[in-house]
């Protein structure tokens, strides 16, 4: 660091157009979870669902629902990031999806009783929630440049304080206006709530740094590197890159022959994994070959993209995880003992509660003391740790529902504890991700990386999608019922699992993970 660098930085403030992006998320994430936390409980009571009869069905039907509505979510960002990377820029693509948002909002207070109407709604929501999910945190660091980026930790810890802020309350009292004045007030507010988030950011454009998008096209893009090491030829070398993204590319299209049986989400989402990883693990084995052709810059920045996404592939057991704290936690909550006034989804303000406290006791208090005892916190090692609490969380979890299928009456208050070890691991992954999916992203595709980093939470959600239409098979829960086990513990058990041994692959991998800085120039 140079010394006017060095003194730069010592000066350095918070720019103060950090306040309006800041307030337009808090009021954002309270409509966003408002409805989306009662979102199961309004399904298994409705009438949309009433063609399925009451029971395991009904509940299973309504956890399908709210994790394809979340695929929706999260899978919409890479059609943001695209947009505002190519044409519009983050602040004109985050204003006018803002505008799609509040209409799926306005649908769904006034088309409680239309499944038509509804889950239009729905699906105008995720394309509007999902369209600016990758912006809003990118767009955050691009009001950040190398004098001060080390105050930028500290805006994005304060960014996922204000969305647990809006969340708590929400978690808190839109369960209660569903339960005593009804859908279309449940659902409305957050609707109001959306309209001020939307407000809030337009009153700060006149502060903002707008970074623009790329108009004009890149030579040496992303996808131009991919394409030109893929078909690239070297004399004697063979092309092994390139059969393995046709071979994806085929695997691929065979997997639409899925959706008479898991219908077409989870067809599509197989699909566009076995897509992702057959051309980009086919580019990453000739990447060297395009070399020459592009710059050794770009093609170093594909390698890093590439490389990131691995980080990426590994976190996605956890949000299968943590996801479900919305559905399935919901619905044990729903078969335990709890006051008359007490609605079980109100549980999921314990999560953002827990967020704010940690944020700043791991900050201050818990990092500061690893680091004396001579282990440094960095992000990956915050990452492995907390997808190990989630499957912690879900070893309880999964005891407290052996306890009451063998018809011990279980209070609603043994849930803390999962919720306690599964927030703890969502703040290590998901408030530490937001930063180092950032940083690892080279400028021109900040938008698009940060939306892989959210396309982690769709295929988490995949996962949960496939273990759903897994236990409608009778073979599978005959060989479920031989463990002694009942369908709902075997499935905790096994998300589980699952999240310890990705853990574990996700810190071999980290090892070797070479971490890079992509942060604006001054």
Not at 357 to 369: E, G, H, K, M, T
Not at 416 to 427: D, M, N, S
Request: net charge positive; proline share 4%.
């Amino acid at each position: 660091m140079t010394s006017s660098t060095a003194e730069a930085t010592g000066k350095a403030r918070f720019p103060r157009q950090i306040p309006f992006i800041i307030g337009n998320e808090g009021c954002e994430r309270f409509s966003f979870y408002g409805m989306r936390n009662i979102l199961v409980q309004f399904l298994i009571t409705s009438t949309l669902l009433q063609h399925i009869l009451e029971g395991t069905e009904r509940e299973l039907a309504a956890k399908d629902l709210m994790h394809t509505f979340m695929i929706g979510v999260y899978f919409f960002p890479l059609l943001g990031g695209y947009l505002s990377d190519r044409f519009f820029g983050k602040y004109n693509t985050v204003l006018w999806f803002s505008l799609i948002y509040c209409a799926g909002h306005a649908c769904l207070a006034l088309f409680e009783d239309s499944r038509t109407g509804f889950f239009t709604g729905l699906g105008l929501i995720a394309l509007g929630a999902g369209g600016i999910k990758p912006l809003v945190a990118s767009f955050v660091g691009d009001q950040f440049d190398q004098t001060n980026k080390h105050l930028a930790k500290v805006v994005f810890d304060g960014f996922y304080w204000i969305i647990n802020f809006g969340s708590l309350f929400a978690s808190l009292l839109m369960p209660l206006f569903l339960k005593h004045f009804g859908p279309s007030v449940a659902f409305g507010i957050p609707g109001v709530l959306m309209f001020i988030a939307t407000f809030v950011f337009w009153l700060g454009r006149k502060h903002y740094v707008m970074v623009p998008p790329a108009t004009v096209a890149d030579p040496d893009s992303f996808s131009r590197v991919i394409r030109t090491a893929l078909l690239a030829q070297k004399p004697g070398q063979g092309r092994m890159g390139l059969w393995m993204a046709m071979a994806g590319a085929v695997v691929a299209a065979a997997s639409f022959a899925l959706i008479p049986t898991l219908g077409f989400v989870i067809a599509f989402c197989i699909a566009l994994v076995v897509l992702l990883v057959g051309v980009g693990g086919g580019a990453y084995i000739q990447l060297d070959r395009a070399r020459g052709t592009h710059p050794d810059m770009a093609v170093d920045g594909v390698r890093s993209v590439l490389r990131v996404l691995v980080i990426f592939a590994l976190t996605t057991p956890f949000f299968s995880l943590f996801d479900q704290k919305a559905s399935t936690w919901v619905i044990q909550g729903n078969a335990m003992t709890k006051p008359e006034w007490f609605v079980s989804s109100q549980m999921q303000a314990l999560n953002p509660a827990l967020v704010m406290i940690l944020i700043p006791f791991n900050n201050l208090v818990l990092y500061p003391a690893l680091r004396r005892f001579g282990w440094e916190p960095t992000a990956l090692r915050r990452m492995t740790a907390g997808i190990a609490f989630s499957g912690l969380a879900w070893i309880v979890i999964g005891g407290i529902q052996v306890a009451m299928d063998g018809g011990d009456p279980m209070s609603i208050v043994w849930q803390v504890l999962p919720y306690a070890l599964l927030t703890f691991g969502e703040v290590l992954v998901s408030a530490t991700g937001l930063e180092f999916a950032y940083s690892q992203a080279p400028q021109a595709m900040k938008g698009v990386v940060m939306s892989f980093w959210n396309l982690t939470t769709t295929i988490g959600n995949l996962w949960v999608l496939l273990a759903n239409a897994a236990v409608r098979n009778d073979a599978i829960t005959s060989n479920i019922a031989t463990t002694g086990l009942s369908t709902a513990a075997f499935q905790m058990f096994f998300f589980a699992a699952f999240a310890l041994v990705a853990a574990l692959i996700f810190g071999l991998y980290a090892r070797r993970y070479r971490v890079v800085d992509h942060y604006r120039a001054v």
